[in-house]
């Protein structure tokens, strides 16, 4: 229940705080939390198809498609998405 609590406040400060922004600037937040998100989507995909079409160096790209992943995962925990 505490948790939902600290979501909540945390939200409220987030709005207040982006209601209070310069609104070309919070638009500019915005759309860059999007484009960061969607674009480390298709950086995932990319990385994991290439990968699979590379048998005898198969690896590397697969490391670095598992820290998109990560990187996904992360902005999930973000309250940006919620509140913008």
Same mark, same amino acid.
């Given at each position: 229940? @505490?948790?939902?609590?600290? /979501?909540?406040? /945390?939200? @409220? &400060? #987030?709005?207040? *705080? ?6 070309? /600037?919070?638009?500019? *937040? ?5 484009? &960061? %998100?969607?674009? #480390?989507?298709?950086?995932? $995909? =990319? =990385?994991? *198809? ?10 590397? =790209? !697969?490391? $670095?498609?598992?820290?998109? &992943? @990560?990187?996904?995962? @992360?902005?999930?925990?973000?309250? !940006?998405?919620? %509140? #913008?």
């Amino acid at each position: 229940m @505490a948790n939902i609590e600290t /979501t909540k406040q /945390t939200d @409220a &400060v #987030l709005r207040e *705080i982006f209601g209070n922004m310069d609104a070309h /600037t919070a638009q500019e *937040i915005r759309q860059s939390y999007y484009r &960061v %998100v969607e674009n #480390l989507q298709s950086l995932a $995909e =990319l =990385l994991e *198809i290439e990968d699979a079409k590379q048998p005898q160096t198969a690896g590397p =790209l !697969l490391d $670095e498609h598992f820290r998109a &992943v @990560a990187a996904i995962e @992360a902005m999930k925990d973000s309250r !940006l998405g919620a %509140v #913008l």
